[in-house]
C-alpha cells in the first residue's frame, strides 16, 4: 500500500504519517477508542482523527443519524429544519453564538470569520500568535510561525466586494504577536490598533503545546480589542465542545466576538460554524459580506452533528468530568513512567487534551518554549509508542474520547512505560 500510495497520492493524504519513522499506519477501520490497521494490529487511539472523535469512533447515535440521513437526501444545496435546530443548539450551548453560520471544514470557517470580521471593521489587518494554527487556506496565515517579511506580489488583483479584501499574506496584512505576553501585544496594538479588523487565537494553544493563557490575559486582550476596536476571535476548532460544552469561551469565561467550530462539532464528520456577535455576523444577513459554498450545512454533516450534541447537551454532567478524569489519569501514570524510566518528560494538560513534551524545563508557556523541547526525542518516543499499539499526535498531543476505558489508560501507561525505557 505504502508503494501504490507513493505512485498515486501526492506525499500521502496526512501528512502526519509521512513524519513516521517506522512507516505509514494505514487504517482498516476504527470503533471506540481503538484503530485496527490493515494487517490487524490494534492501536490504542489518541488521535481520534486529529480531534474530532470525542465520543469515540463510529459512536452508535452519530453512526445511526448518518445512516438515516443518507436515506432522506444526501445534498440538497438548500435551506433545511435541521440546520436551523443545529443552530438554535450552538445559540443556546455556545456562550458568545448569537448567531450561527455553517461551512465544511475549519480552515474555511477561520475564512469565513476573518471575512466578516474585515468587513465589520472596514480594516484589514489581522493579529495571529506564534504558534497558533488556523487552517490551511491562507499562505501565510496557515503557518503556525510565519515569516513576518513576506513579501507581497507586484500586481493585485482586484477583491469582489464583500469577500475581504486581498489574502492576509498578499496584502501584507499578517501581524504577529508572541502569546501570552501582553505588553508585545499591547505594543502591537498601539502601532496598528486603529488599522487591526481581529485578533485571532487559540484560546487554548492546542497546536504547538497545550498551553493554558496566563491567569487575566484572556480578559486583558479583550479589553485591548474593545479600546481598539478589534474585534476578538476564538478558534476553537480544537477546544470547542472539547473542553467544554460551550467550548473554551465557556471554560475560561471570556466571551469573544466571533468564533470558529469544527472537528468534534460532527462526531468525525465534516461540519464546522463560525458564530458570534448577532450584529457582526447580520453584515452576511444584509449581503455585505459574501459567505457560500455548496457543502455547507451539509445534510450528513448537520445530522451528525445534532446526534452528537445531543448526546453531549443531555449528559454533559458524566461525559466532561470523566474525559477530565481520564485525562488526568494518564497524565499522572505518563509522568510516572517517565520518572522511572529517567526521561525528563513535561505532561500538560486540562485532561480531554494532554501533551508530552520531552524537556527538561519546568514550564512551557508559549511556542518558543515549545520550539526550545527536544523534539527529535518527541518524534522518536511517538514511533515507539506506534510499536508499542499507541497512536498519538507526532508532536505529543493526546486526544481523550468518552470511549477511553481506564483499562485503556492502564494500558496505554505499560506500553508508555516501555517506550520510555526504550526512550
Ligand atoms: N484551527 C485550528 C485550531 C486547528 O487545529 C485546525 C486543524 N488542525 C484548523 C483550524 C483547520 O481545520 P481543518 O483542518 O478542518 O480545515
Same mark, same amino acid.
Request: with cysteine; proline share 5%.
Given at each position: 500500500?505504502?508503494?501504490?500510495?507513493?505512485?498515486?497520492?501526492?506525499?500521502? &493524504?496526512?501528512?502526519?504519517?509521512?513524519?513516521?519513522?517506522?512507516?505509514?499506519?494505514?487504517?482498516?477501520?476504527?470503533?471506540? @477508542?481503538?484503530?485496527?490497521?490493515?494487517?490487524?494490529?490494534?492501536? $490504542?487511539?489518541?488521535?481520534?482523527?486529529?480531534?474530532?472523535?470525542? /465520543?469515540?469512533?463510529?459512536?452508535?447515535?452519530?453512526?445511526?443519524?448518518?445512516?438515516?440521513?443518507?436515506?432522506?437526501?444526501?445534498?440538497?444545496?438548500?435551506?433545511?429544519?435541521?440546520?436551523?435546530?443545529? @443552530?438554535?443548539?450552538?445559540?443556546?450551548?455556545?456562550?458568545?453564538?448569537?448567531?450561527?453560520?455553517?461551512?465544511?471544514? %475549519?480552515?474555511?470557517?477561520?475564512?469565513?470569520?476573518?471575512?466578516?470580521?474585515?468587513?465589520?471593521?472596514?480594516?484589514?489587518? &489581522?493579529?495571529?500568535?506564534?504558534?497558533?494554527?488556523? %487552517?490551511?487556506?491562507?499562505?501565510?496565515?496557515?503557518?503556525?510561525?510565519?515569516?513576518?517579511?513576506?513579501?507581497?506580489? @507586484?500586481?493585485?488583483?482586484?477583491?469582489?466586494?464583500?469577500?475581504?479584501?486581498?489574502?492576509?499574506?498578499?496584502?501584507?496584512?499578517?501581524? /504577529?504577536?508572541?502569546?501570552?505576553?501582553?505588553?508585545?501585544?499591547?505594543? /502591537?496594538?498601539?502601532?496598528?490598533?486603529?488599522? &487591526?479588523?481581529?485578533? #485571532?487565537?487559540?484560546?487554548?494553544?492546542?497546536?504547538?503545546?497545550? #498551553?493554558?493563557? +496566563?491567569?487575566?490575559?484572556?480578559?486583558?486582550?479583550?479589553?485591548?480589542?474593545?479600546?481598539?476596536?478589534?474585534?476578538?476571535?476564538?478558534?476553537?476548532?480544537?477546544?470547542?465542545?472539547?473542553?467544554?460544552?460551550?467550548?473554551?469561551?465557556?471554560?475560561? %469565561?471570556?466571551?469573544?466576538?466571533?468564533?470558529?467550530?469544527?472537528?468534534?462539532?460532527?462526531?468525525?464528520?465534516?461540519?464546522?460554524?463560525?458564530?458570534?456577535?448577532?450584529?457582526?455576523?447580520?453584515?452576511?444577513?444584509?449581503?455585505?459580506?459574501?459567505?457560500?459554498?455548496?457543502?455547507?450545512?451539509?445534510?450528513?454533516?448537520?445530522?451528525?452533528?445534532? +446526534?452528537?450534541?445531543?448526546?453531549?447537551?443531555?449528559?454533559?454532567?458524566? #461525559?466532561?468530568?470523566?474525559?477530565?478524569?481520564?485525562?488526568?489519569?494518564?497524565?499522572?501514570?505518563?509522568?510516572?513512567?517517565?520518572?522511572?524510566?529517567?526521561?525528563?518528560?513535561?505532561?500538560?494538560?486540562?485532561?480531554?487534551?494532554?501533551?508530552?513534551?520531552?524537556?527538561?524545563?519546568?514550564?512551557?508557556?508559549?511556542?518558543?518554549?515549545?520550539?526550545?523541547?527536544?523534539?527529535?526525542?518527541? !518524534?522518536?518516543?511517538?514511533?515507539?509508542?506506534?510499536?508499542?499499539?499507541?497512536? $498519538?499526535?507526532?508532536?505529543? /498531543?493526546?486526544?481523550?474520547?468518552?470511549?477511553?476505558?481506564?483499562?485503556?489508560?492502564?494500558?496505554?501507561?505499560?506500553? !508508555? !512505560?516501555?517506550?520510555?525505557?526504550?526512550?
Amino acid at each position: 500500500l505504502r508503494e501504490r500510495a507513493a505512485r498515486v497520492l501526492a506525499g500521502g &493524504v496526512s501528512s502526519d504519517a509521512r513524519r513516521l519513522p517506522n512507516g505509514t499506519l494505514f487504517v482498516d477501520r476504527a470503533e471506540g @477508542a481503538h484503530l485496527y490497521d490493515v494487517d490487524g494490529k490494534r492501536y $490504542i487511539d489518541y488521535v481520534l482523527g486529529q480531534g474530532p472523535a470525542l /465520543l469515540g469512533h463510529a459512536a452508535g447515535p452519530v453512526a445511526d443519524a448518518v445512516a438515516a440521513q443518507v436515506r432522506r437526501g444526501v445534498s440538497y444545496s438548500a435551506q433545511h429544519r435541521d440546520e436551523v435546530e443545529l @443552530a438554535e443548539t450552538l445559540v443556546r450551548v455556545v456562550p458568545g453564538a448569537e448567531k450561527v453560520r455553517f461551512n465544511s471544514v %475549519g480552515s474555511e470557517a477561520v475564512h469565513g470569520a476573518l471575512r466578516l470580521a474585515r468587513g465589520h471593521t472596514g480594516r484589514s489587518k &489581522v493579529v495571529k500568535f506564534e504558534g497558533h494554527y488556523h %487552517g490551511w487556506l491562507d499562505p501565510v496565515l496557515y503557518s503556525v510561525h510565519p515569516p513576518v517579511d513576506a513579501a507581497g506580489p @507586484a500586481r493585485q488583483p482586484r477583491p469582489v466586494p464583500g469577500t475581504g479584501g486581498q489574502q492576509l499574506s498578499s496584502a501584507g496584512d499578517l501581524l /504577529l504577536a508572541p502569546w501570552n505576553d501582553l505588553d508585545a501585544l499591547t505594543e /502591537l496594538m498601539e502601532r496598528h490598533g486603529d488599522d &487591526v479588523a481581529a485578533v #485571532i487565537m487559540e484560546p487554548v494553544l492546542c497546536n504547538t503545546g497545550v #498551553i493554558m493563557p +496566563a491567569e487575566g490575559y484572556l480578559e486583558a486582550v479583550h479589553d485591548l480589542c474593545r479600546r481598539t476596536g478589534a474585534l476578538l476571535v476564538f478558534d476553537e476548532v480544537i477546544t470547542g465542545f472539547r473542553l467544554s460544552l460551550g467550548g473554551a469561551q465557556e471554560y475560561l %469565561g471570556v466571551t469573544p466576538d466571533l468564533a470558529v467550530f469544527g472537528k468534534a462539532i460532527a462526531g468525525g464528520m465534516q461540519l464546522s460554524a463560525f458564530a458570534g456577535r448577532a450584529d457582526v455576523m447580520d453584515r452576511i444577513s444584509s449581503g455585505q459580506v459574501a459567505h457560500a459554498g455548496t457543502f455547507n450545512s451539509h445534510p450528513v454533516a448537520v445530522a451528525a452533528a445534532r +446526534a452528537t450534541l445531543e448526546v453531549l447537551e443531555r449528559d454533559r454532567d458524566v #461525559i466532561y468530568p470523566r474525559v477530565f478524569h481520564l485525562g488526568a489519569l494518564l497524565a499522572e501514570g505518563l509522568r510516572e513512567a517517565a520518572r522511572e524510566a529517567g526521561v525528563p518528560l513535561l505532561v500538560t494538560g486540562p485532561g480531554p487534551m494532554i501533551q508530552t513534551y520531552v524537556t527538561d524545563a519546568g514550564d512551557v508557556r508559549d511556542y518558543r518554549d515549545f520550539a526550545r523541547t527536544d523534539l527529535a526525542a518527541a !518524534a522518536r518516543l511517538h514511533g515507539l509508542l506506534m510499536d508499542r499499539g499507541v497512536n $498519538i499526535v507526532p508532536r505529543g /498531543l493526546w486526544f481523550l474520547s468518552t470511549a477511553h476505558t481506564e483499562e485503556d489508560v492502564t494500558e496505554t501507561v505499560a506500553a !508508555a !512505560a516501555d517506550a520510555l525505557r526504550a526512550l
